[in-house]
């Protein structure tokens, strides 16, 4: 989806537990330029103990504990220690079963059943069950529930069916792919609400909400609002007890506040900006008692073209092509991003296993950018320095989203990049809720913003030609807002989302990957990287492979463990 | 700047207001001055009475006003509860349907045009009842309230209601913006009387030059610079939040001296500035006292200079303070938006912003319409207190 990262690091803050990437020992002065995954030494050595307290900041206070209910990032980072889902990802985006002990689909892909893990205990002892499961997915599809975004995926649900108290049963109205991990939602204790299900608004805003019971790592000890949440360990969790005593989380929404509170020993782990990390890298004070891990998240900046039909440039391959090639992205990295960053080549993360390994970021060539736009027939006649096609000059607004300060260097840079082919670009710096408006209502020429990529590689919502089509209210159907349109990446599209067979899945992907670079409907300009400290007395923290499954730790923090 | 009575003028003058009554309720928002008529007499209990009422019976049509431009302004401005909240850059956060997407606008009636929205607002505003703030999942009235409100339910003790006055969003904003209000007046009135007596003299001259100077620093700036300083370099005091983990355990001396210590940093933010003024402003007023006859009397029959000043001049020189003081009450709960944010003090001001940024009408209502009734009570009573504080005033 659109993201707009912005504001400092404070939202490198909410992204700490979220994006992943390869890791450098920054402390050791790595740089960032390559994806291989590293450790830093020292790990392992010892038997974990248990015990300690790990204290984390959040840029806001969470909405709400109910994890069906909420659809913020910050809530998320809370609730998911305190409930656990059906199903996660591993590093390796493979579904591993949590409360699901295990799951089989008939030979046609249209019903799969899942087996419950036994002797699950919620937090106030009762037992977890079928039921539990019924009420979680009852309360995602009932229509006064404020489910905002579980539903996703659920659309291709039939029923979903109790067989005895261990097993449940989901049938599916056609064999969807995508599906199984559509149950990575968290469970809630049916007993605790005290209905079967129903009652939309009041589980809306049920006190219990703020006191949640789950089967995770972590119990719900304290909420006080505006400051901090308290979590203890789970001594009885189904998969043994976090080696952690406690969590705590504080509410700090100045990154710059951040950092002051890690260096005063109030915080274990800081997010820290390029800007930040100029003087820390030569403090040795800072660098003696933490570990830097510089990792890429999975999100890039790119710009969209409008290729609906409303302007005369964009809906030729060859002038998208041009645009790309024109643009010195790797200079912006460099001299911008200080060198924190990397070009990308679609919205697909590098050396994730959907990735195509033999696609490469296009080049910097103005001259063969030149070249395009001539062929496409935009070539500068009159010698203004700006190129015409049937007497219309290729001059074309780009709306950049006005609170991304970062954002607005980039776009000033690409515009004197596109001037030297003699393409001449406004730009409109808009308020996000406008941005979002008027892209959503495909009012625009181009954009530039940015893109967090989904755990589950499935494009459909943001490259299938079908999700570019208006509704009748005017929003667009779904997130294909340059209306892109290849009939060849519809049909690998579907056939990824039908098949079964991760080897198919796989191929059927990197051919999505080599069209639509091919393509280009959008300019995938670079993925910045992003820097974390974490206290060194905490062992087992590392950086994820691929960040899929929402996380940058893997394993997570329910295996850290601290060093007495 | 608030205050059009400018400290050198003769107070007569400033303080005649007149015409319609619209106007001069609007004057008194703008300029503060109060709608004051200064005539020879003492009030009568039936002109004060008189004069409530007329007062009483503007603020509704006032408010109705104001809430229904901030309505239609926040209205207007594009996205919803629902669609910020999605944009708010949460990468892990699913996508929701178009269908489920218009569905919860229309369940919240937020597909309407705004004018029908705010007649709902409006209905269930007469009966007390603000709607559920988005962003919280909770009545407004809790968002604002919840621990006070739980105190009076249980009527607890009043040292444990003060307990959870504070832990309010409400409280805390009210007793940090105490706080500094308390040490702008502890410190400015000492410095304006002074450089009042010395009119001129080098402590004059030094003292203003100071305080403008300090009142040109912007305090977000010295904020950052404080946390670095006194926080993280020196650690003498906590940059972060209102207490200390374990706040609970403390005894009640211990858990003041920890919300003191808390409330510390944000407190001088927000008071150096108002410092150069009050004290600007009280210098002025001193003056003004300082050249009248009865002044010259007293100086006549002996007194030390000193018991002139603070008996004497003093106490008459603070009627017009109070003006100002009165202006400065709404800020007490409107809050410090950039000051909470820094020092992770959970109040108001940080609620606010976060309330715009993610639409969530209700708090923004609530909040907007909190702050002008504060306005509006404030002149009221800054007016009524005037003219009990000074027996030459009287309300018409």
Redesign the interface.
Known sequence: ??????KGIS?VA??LF??AGPLAAAAQGTSPSDLTVGFLPGYDKKAPEDGGNFTRSLP??P??L?PV?A???VS?LVYKWIFDPLVDMDQDAKPVGVLAERWENTPDNKVTTFHLRKGVKWHDGKPFTADDVLFTYDACMD??V?A??????F?KVAKVEKVNDLTVKVIWKEPFSPGLLSFNIHVMPRHVYGYPKGKGEEF??NPR??EPVGTGPFKFVEW?????VVLKANTDYFAGRPHLDQV?F?????G??QL??Y??G?LDMTGISAEQWRTLKNDRGFLKGANVFEYY???MVYIGWNQDGSNPFFGDKRVRQAMTLAMNRQGVVDKILDGHGKTCSGFFYPGGWETNPDIRPMPYDPARAAALLDAAGWKDAKGTGIREKDGKPFSFECLVPAEVEQFQRFIEVFQQDLKRVGVQMAIRKV????F??RTHRHQFQAYLS?W????DPDPY?FLHSSQGKL?P?G?????NDVSYSNPEVDKAIEAEQRTFNQAERQQALRRVHQLVAEDQPHTYCFMGSQMVAVRNRFQNVRVSRAGYG?FTWYPSLVLWWQAK | MWVSVSPSQPLADSLIISGPPILRLSETFLTGSPALRLSGSLPTRCGVLNYLVRRLALILPTLLLITAVVFAVVKLAPGNPFSMGQASGEAAVKQMNPQDYEALLRRYGLDRPWYVQYGRWLEGAATGDFGDSFSERRPVGEVFFNAPLRALEEKSSAGAALDQLLSSKFGATLFLNLLSLLLMAAVALPIGVRAAAKRGGWFDRVSGALLYALYSLPNYWVAVLLILLVGVKLQWLPFIGMRSDGFETLSTAGKALDLLKHAALPALCLSYGGLAFISRFARGAVLDVLGQDYIRTARAKGLDERRVLYRHALRNALIPLLTLFGLMLPALISGSVIIEQTFSWPGLGQMYVKAIYTRDYPLIMAESLLGALAVLASNLVTDVAYAFADPRVRLE
């Open positions: 989806m659109k993201v707009s990262w912005n939202l909410t992204l979220l994006a806001a206070d909405v709400t109910n209910v659809n913020d990032m998320f229509p006064k404020d905002i975004n579980k539903r996703s995926g659309e809306n805003k909400n703020a006080k609002r505006g400051e901090r705590v504080k509410t700090i929404p100045q710059q506040t002051a509170a260096q005063t109030q998240a999975r999100q308020e996000w809720s406008v979002l408006d940015g967090s990529l989904p755990d919502g509704l209210s929003m667009g159907e779904g997130q929402l």
